[in-house]
């Protein structure tokens, strides 16, 4: 176990970076690490759209993935018709087959409204965006290098770079109902569960049920894609346990049509 001296130290050296001061703090902070030991910063100048997200300034602002400064607050923009959110940490190849499966859906000529949320496209710019919340129910927070590497991360994935991503300050899906109007939600197993469970809600005024007549009312609804779990057994339509209200707007991907069982938190692991 290292000393607790060093912590400090390399808060002592991050602060004198900033503020320049004459002291070559550095070197004295080397001097005392292990050969094999090394120091690493890593620097984000957010844009200031983002740091208004961030720091509670405005709710939201959409970011082009392949063109980090290519960001413009959400009053320019109109609302896609399908929203992913996720932490996208990283992004992998299920993710990408997600935004691949839904754009042809929504290309298709003489689909059901119901299969799009009802909303005519009309009414959007894109069929599909991904939604990344600085704030969750059960992560921290996200800081400006989260919020970059994740950018990163869906900008390198193959004919993602043009997607767009809205950062929000919206971690519970009544919040995000209440500003994304009619817009289908893309999920998978893990947030559908999460969505109907009280415990989402146990900081929260509002109720599962409460929640889902929000989303209602608000014209919204899920789009769900079948995935295996930690066991290795498929959640489909018919093994979830939902409220028959949550229930009536949610949409099945057949199986057969989508099943993966890879994860961001799989791919940290490795």
């Known amino acids: 176990m290292r000393p607790p001296w060093l912590v400090a130290d390399l808060l002592i050296e991050t602060i004198a ?12 902070l ?6 094999n030991e090394t120091i690493t910063m890593q620097m984000v100048t957010a844009p200031q759209e983002v740091q208004d997200v961030l720091f509670g300034n405005r709710a939201t602002c959409r970011v082009v993935p ?7 607050p959400d009053e ?3 609302l896609p018709l399908f929203l992913f959110p996720g932490s996208f940490d990283p992004m992998h190849r299920g993710h990408r087959r997600m935004v691949e499966l839904v754009s042809e859906r929504s290309c298709l000529a003489g689909v059901p409204a119901s299969d799009l949320g009802g909303v005519p496209a009309s009414k959007t710019d894109t069929p599909i965006a991904l939604e990344i919340a600085v704030q969750n129910v059960d992560k921290p927070p996200l800081d400006y290098i989260d919020v970059q590497n994740r950018i990163a991360s869906i900008a390198q994935t193959p004919d993602m770079a043009d997607v767009p991503v809205w950062l929000t300050r919206f ?17 998978g197993a893990d947030t559908l569960k999460r969505i109907a469970s009280g415990l989402y809600y146990q900081d929260a005024i509002a109720s599962t049920e409460a929640a889902i007549e929000r989303l209602i009312a608000n014209g919204c609804r899920f789009l769900y894609f079948a995935r295996k779990n930690v066991d290795g057994k498929l959640e489909t339509a018919e093994t979830l346990d939902l409220p028959d209200s949550l229930h009536q707007i949610v949409d099945f991907v057949p199986a057969s ?14």
């Open 76 to 78: 320019q923009n109109a």
């Open 30 to 35: 080397h001097c005392r690490l292990q050969p």
């Open 257 to 270: 049509e989508f099943c993966d069982d890879i994860s961001s938190t799989i791919l940290r692991a490795r």
């Open 66 to 72: 392949g063109d980090w400064l290519r960001i413009s």
């Open 17 to 28: 970076a900033f503020v320049e001061t004459p002291d070559d703090l550095a070197a004295q």
């Open 171 to 187: 971690p519970r899906f009544a919040d995000k109902s209440d500003f994304f109007r009619g817009v289908t939600f893309v999920i």
